[in-house]
């Protein structure tokens, strides 16, 4: 799924310029597939609370450097290199341009309206993510003191707090610091709560009443409801500045799409859950962080400035991915995990 959820944010950037999706149907629907990174935020929010809802105070140590260790070196490394191509191509070296690099590297540009794009574009996503990383422990605790009702409020008081942030600041703060509800709702954590806390539910749905519940077309209304979100989202070029578009992208999407879609891969013998077990999807699972952060941007113009086909570029491009997978992603997590290791009275799955 991270894979897929990968290849749709790149069709959403490059898929206007191919010549056999020229058509108003499937641009509309391509404007929308920057909502890949909606399935990839409530993966998370399962992944993470499958394994670590039980996580007690002396874990969270190992995990939060297991999940630096997993992240960070690889978009550093990337950063890195863009900034540095950016001066080549150059942008000058001020002080400006050293402060936007160290808020990137800090993997925070994310709280910034006017930084969100800057470096990898698409690493706006990476500050989100690093965020429920930091709070996961936290809300796990939370829920297990108050119980699951608070799961559907939670992401409400998130939600909440962004609202009244962006009211209290009113586009006053440096670059654009929660500079609008739009960027708010499309961007940070606090607008796409509602996608974590949907992983969340699912999750603990799944370790109470997994082995119990058996359903027959969950994965179909999943991937029903999911085209529908587009679909209705492209026709009515609804976004996140507008209220039905929050409502869609925010709410409806994440529970009643990649949710029931998520709970008919992990329950049902479908041929989509056969496809995204194969050894092919696996491959291209595990080498989709790279891929994601290598997909737009300089390392995109470098190899596509050589090969001048679009497939060649993603397929080479795909093939650097799992390079920078085996050679930097797998050595650091086995690092991580050596360097932080949890405490024996802790029984954590792997991830």
């Not at 709070?135 to 796990?140: G, Y």
């Not at 929050?246 to 496809?275: D, H, K």
């Not at 679009?310 to 050596?338: D, G, S």
Request: aromatic share 16%.
């Amino acid at each position: 799924m991270r894979a897929v959820c990968a290849y749709m944010v790149m069709l959403h950037h490059f898929g206007p310029d191919v010549p056999m999706l020229q058509h108003p149907f499937v641009l509309g629907l391509l404007g929308q597939f920057n909502l890949g990174v909606t399935p990839f935020f409530v993966l998370s929010g399962f992944v993470i609370t499958y394994h670590y809802f039980d996580l007690p105070i002396s874990g969270y140590k190992p995990y939060l450097m297991r999940r630096l260790g997993r992240i960070a070196p690889l978009y550093v490394l990337l950063t890195t290199v863009t900034y540095l191509a950016l001066v080549q191509q150059g942008v000058p070296v001020d002080r400006k341009l050293l402060s936007v690099f160290f808020i990137d590297l800090a993997m925070l540009k994310g709280w910034f309206n006017d930084l969100k794009f800057a470096g990898i574009i698409q690493g706006w996503s990476i500050t989100t993510e690093m965020m429920f990383y930091l709070l996961a422990p936290l809300l796990f605790t939370v829920i297990r003191r108050w119980g699951w009702g608070i799961v559907v409020f939670l992401p409400l008081v998130f939600v909440g707090l962004g609202l009244l942030l962006v009211y209290i600041i009113d586009g006053n703060a440096p670059y654009g610091f929660m500079g609008s509800n739009s960027f708010m709702f499309g961007i940070t954590f606090l607008g796409r709560a509602p996608d974590f806390f949907a992983g969340i539910g699912l999750a603990l749905l799944y370790r109470k009443y997994g082995s119990h519940i058996r359903t027959r077309y969950t994965t179909l209304l999943g991937v029903i409801a999911i085209a529908v979100c587009l679909i209705v989202r492209a026709h009515f070029n609804r976004g996140y500045a507008d209220f039905g578009g929050v409502v869609i992208s925010n709410f409806l999407l994440p529970v009643l799409g990649v949710g029931l879609l998520f709970w008919g891969l992990i329950t049902e013998e479908t041929a989509l859950r056969r496809l995204l077990s194969t050894k092919l999807f696996q491959v291209l699972g595990r080498s989709s962080y790279a891929f994601y952060l290598i997909h737009m941007g300089v390392f995109y113009s470098a190899i596509h400035s050589v090969l001048g086909s679009f497939p060649a570029t993603i397929l080479a491009l795909q093939v650097l991915a799992f390079v920078l997978y085996r050679a930097i992603e797998v050595p650091c997590v086995r690092w991580a995990k050596q360097q932080w290791p949890f405490p024996e009275k802790v029984a954590i799955g792997r991830v």
